[in-house]
């Protein structure tokens, strides 16, 4: 018998603009122990099928149709009754662990009251249980974090804890709505091999939602594709990734980023000067600590020492986990916070420590793109004028047709109606904003583009137009780009090199085939070896690099020489790895064999 | 923490220096004096009164005695109007009263407004929801120079269950009708802010959790919902308590209570410079004590808060 049957599954919400039908009539069953993996895009109703399954709609949704857990109908249940379930008979996990636990109660407390609620198990008993979980779920130093509030532990550990707290009543499903969404991709890596542990030794079956087609990929038995509240497509892993029957599914699978992709962007062979030149930058911010009647600081070393040249048509991709500096960089290379230390030059102008005045000169050739679309345009201004402002600056002998002319002719270049011209931010879609972005950042024809995080927070689809949209106009007008992101499928997808940051140094730089097929360094060995693919054989069967220890702080003087253990040993914790040429156009930073930092 | 607490303490001397120098001259900048009054005195006793009181010094000098006073005896001087009567006395009659039908007041306008606010966002656009913001509505409007009339009319003149002013000692009958004045207002304010508080943190991801835990609806309210629910309503409590605790002119005005309130509206109208000064500086330091407790207030409701 299935564990859980879905039938003719419907979700309404009444809004002030009327009913939206977010689920319309859908029909799954998950069986026992297995996987099934529910894909789609933002919107597309796969989380709200499942919220409503548990009874947790919003007040202003309305669910109907039929979801029976072992047999028993708990569709629209009393709270009462449900509370039994939820917990207990089934487990949920959410996508931001940040946001996801209380802030003001104890891990402790969070994971006891479910003992407690259940099955009435309290006191010692109680807290062996919670510390049993958290060995499994290897929670480093478990017993401290029973104490601890959740801002204590980093994403990882706060995600961790939840996969714990879920299984204290050992549930015979587990419901996980985009569990590492929010992670970086090792520590998304440990967290998706902890669940198919759980899957296999507890026999828990998994119901996993997410839009990441290479999470499902390694993950999934079964895969449901979901769009626009329905379902497009159902079938086994190996029939939706080698034969997908609906158009959509091909779409989406086609659209996904991948490392191993054979029509990425090769190495830029030009002869041409470099038209940006860093140097040796460095950016420290002070930390205020507590401690002592007035407290002390301590330097966060955000970005320290680093150095490479973009040349002209060219992509240089960053990539990097939270924490490893690549957004200070960028900001510190366009002047918009003043390095500590090192210089910047633009085609052979130093431009470091320049006034305002002098800057805006080189601002009208420098230009960024900023990850949240929406966020990073004036809500009150049409986007028509968002995209003008720079003519105003740059271009002041235009006349006021002459720059709707030249606007309208930018909107058209990146794919803007015409009829968007008077429209605000808020009524266009999250892949529109990001078009007038760019818009933006090309109207003065400038010569590089910072793009930071640029497609992250877009859905995968999106996601590909934009690349493509930067792909043509880099070859349109020759321009260089810096393409920030903390995703190496996309970070590959556009780029001629990568560099690879760690905590604010450069571990490797390299063509964008050699980083990805020929890593050299053990952190981007590992960053490479946890990256999912989007293909269910290979991604089952690549072996994965463990480094021991979580994501360092950048508080850590002794975190820096996380790959020289044998500098550590020596004493010498001031130490700073060099860049080594490897082969031409290949550096790698100074490290110790990859045994000797498996040892931990 | 303990380190805190002293660098707040340390910051407070000169915050407090300021606002005593500051007020000291803009008072003195405000035409007329204590002893201007509509029939002239004759110069030669004008000029004996300023000198008694040492108007006569150059600012300087008066200001320097003044801190002088206040820093080695603890003296806030004379008052100008009341003959016999010093600053300290004053503040030793009215303050005891302010402080007892003040702080009721807070109390009762917390608890009363807290409940009203969490009632409302728990049964949100229900019958509960419409009849608490109602009710929080017409108390903010009611001020408390429209309450206590109204209140006067009603429980003294028409129904005579209360004496219409007075204070004997804080007795409970005197006491009901200037809480109920002073609370109002504020009870209002404290039910929007915790209801539309509440409601923000119901939707939050860990609401969200608890229930996926399946714990009651009970135990997510009140375990997880209620602190960060606070945290708002407590920055808005801070000023209300300073302002309350020192009084209201009007209150002090309709039920002859004799609180602090009275004395600082008078002598602000009589130019009672040593009155109005020392009731400044009261306020002042009350103010800063608050502030103080708010922010540490904060670090419980709000583990993230270190100091």
Request: glycine letters at 8%; hydrophobic letters at 45%; one cysteine or more.
């Amino acid at each position: 018998m299935s564990l859980l049957t879905v039938q003719d599954l419907s979700v309404d919400f009444t809004t002030a603009d009327g009913p939206v039908k977010a689920v319309t009539g859908i029909n799954f069953d998950i069986q026992p122990g297995e996987c099934l993996g529910i894909v789609g895009e933002s919107g597309s109703g796969k989380s709200q099928t499942f919220m409503a399954a548990m009874g947790l709609l919003p007040a202003n949704g309305r669910a109907s149709g039929s979801v029976r857990l072992n047999g028993s109908e708990i569709l629209n249940l009393a709270t009462p009754e449900l509370n039994k379930i939820r917990g207990s008979d089934v487990g949920m996990i959410f996508q931001d662990p940040l946001t996801a636990l209380t802030p003001h109660l104890r891990i402790g407390e969070q994971m006891r009251e479910v003992l407690q609620v259940h099955k009435g198990v309290v006191g010692r008993q109680a807290r062996r249980l919670c510390l049993d979980w958290l060995d499994r779920v290897q929670m480093p130093v478990a017993a401290r974090r029973l104490e601890q509030f959740p801002h204590e532990l980093s994403g990882g550990m706060r995600q961790r804890v939840m996969i714990a707290m879920s299984m204290l009543c050992n549930p015979r499903l587990l419901i996980a709505d985009e569990p590492t969404t929010a992670l970086d991709v090792t520590v998304q890596a440990e967290i998706l091999d902890l669940m198919a542990e759980l899957q296999k030794e507890q026999g828990t079956a998994i119901a996993l939602i997410t839009h990441d087609m290479g999470v499902v990929a390694r993950m999934c038995d079964r895969i449901q594709v979901m769009r626009q509240g329905g379902f497009v497509e159902n079938g086994t892993a190996t029939e939706i990734f080698h034969s997908p029957k609906h158009a959509y599914t091909q779409a989406l699978l086609k659209a996904m980023p991948r490392i191993d992709a054979a029509d990425a962007p090769q190495l830029f062979e030009t002869q041409a000067r470099p038209i940006l030149r860093v140097d040796d930058v460095k950016v420290h911010f002070q930390m205020k600590m507590s401690g002592g009647l007035f407290g002390h600081w301590v330097p966060l070393k955000a970005v320290d020492g680093v150095s490479f040249e973009v040349r002209q048509g060219e992509t240089l991709g960053v990539v990097g986990e939270s924490g490893c500096g690549k957004s200070t960089l960028a900001r510190a290379v366009l002047q918009l916070i003043e390095p500590t230390g090192g210089g910047v030059s633009w085609l052979g102008q130093p431009i470091v420590g320049l006034k305002r005045a002098e800057l805006n000169k080189y601002r009208k050739d420098l230009q960024i793109v900023f990850q949240d679309p929406l966020a990073s345009l004036d809500p009150r201004m049409t986007i028509s004028a968002s995209i003008a402002e720079p003519l105003l600056t740059y271009r002041p002998d235009l006349t006021r047709r002459e720059r709707k002319m030249t606007v309208a002719d930018m909107m058209e270049r990146v794919g803007l109606d015409r009829t968007l011209f008077n429209r605000y931010p808020h009524e266009l879609s999250g892949g529109q904003n990001q078009r007038v972005g760019i818009a933006r950042a090309m109207i003065n024809r400038p010569k590089l583009i910072i793009c930071d995080e640029a497609v992250s927070a877009l859905d995968v689809s999106i996601q590909a137009q934009i690349i493509g949209l930067l792909r043509q106009l880099q070859a349109e007008f020759g321009l260089a780009l810096i393409f920030i992101s903390h995703d190496l499928s996309v970070v590959r997808a556009i780029s001629n090199r990568i560099m690879v940051l760690y905590l604010g140094r450069v571990v490797e730089l390299a063509d964008g085939e050699t980083i990805c097929a020929h890593p050299q360094h053990p952190y981007t060995q590992s960053l490479i070896s946890a990256v999912p693919v989007p293909d269910p054989d290979i991604e089952r069967s690549r072996c994965r690099i463990k480094l021991p220890g979580e994501l360092a702080s950048p508080l850590d003087p002794r975190a820096a020489l996380r790959f020289l253990p044998s500098r550590l040993a020596a004493g010498e914790t001031n130490y700073l790895p060099k860049l080594i040429q490897f082969a031409p156009d290949h550096y790698v930073a100074e490290h110790d064999p990859l045994e000797l930092i498996l040892e931990g | 923490m303990i380190a805190y607490i002293i660098r707040r303490l340390l910051a407070a001397i000169p915050t407090i220096l300021v606002l005593i120098v500051a007020s000291f001259f803009l008072m003195r900048f405000a035409p007329g004096g204590p002893f201007t009054s509509e029939r002239p005195l004759p110069p030669q006793v004008l000029a004996n009164i300023e000198a008694r009181y040492g108007l006569d010094q150059p600012l300087w000098k008066q200001l320097y005695d003044y801190l002088f006073n206040i820093i080695f005896h603890f003296d806030f001087g004379p008052s100008f109007k009341f003959k016999d009567r010093d600053v300290n006395d004053i503040i030793a009659q009215g303050f005891p009263i302010s402080f007892t039908y003040g702080a009721l007041s807070f109390l009762v306008a917390t608890v009363v407004g807290v409940s009203l606010g969490i009632a409302a966002a728990i049964r949100h656009n229900t019958w509960v929801d419409y009849f608490a913001v109602g009710l929080g509505i017409a108390a903010q409007a009611l001020p408390n120079f429209i309450m206590g009339p109204i209140l006067i009319l009603t429980f003294t003149l028409w129904l005579g269950l209360l004496p219409g002013g007075g204070w004997h000692g804080g007795q409970w009958q005197y006491l009901i009708m200037p809480v109920i004045a002073l609370s109002t207002s504020y009870m209002g304010s404290i039910a929007r802010i915790t209801r539309s508080s509440m409601l923000e943190v119901l939707n939050s991801n860990f609401i969200r959790t608890a229930h996926a835990k399946g714990l009651p609806t009970r135990t997510v309210i009140w375990r997880h919902a209620l602190k960060p629910t606070l945290l708002p309503v407590v920055s808005y409590l801070g000023p209300v308590f300073v302002y309350v605790l020192t009084g209201s002119v009007f209150v002090d005005m309709y039920f002859s209570t004799g609180g602090l309130g009275q004395a600082y509206g008078g002598s602000a109208l009589s130019r009672d410079y040593a009155v109005l000064l020392g009731v400044t500086i009261l306020y002042g330091i009350l103010t800063v004590a608050v502030n103080l407790l708010t922010d540490l207030a904060y670090a419980w409701f709000d583990p993230k808060i270190r100091f």
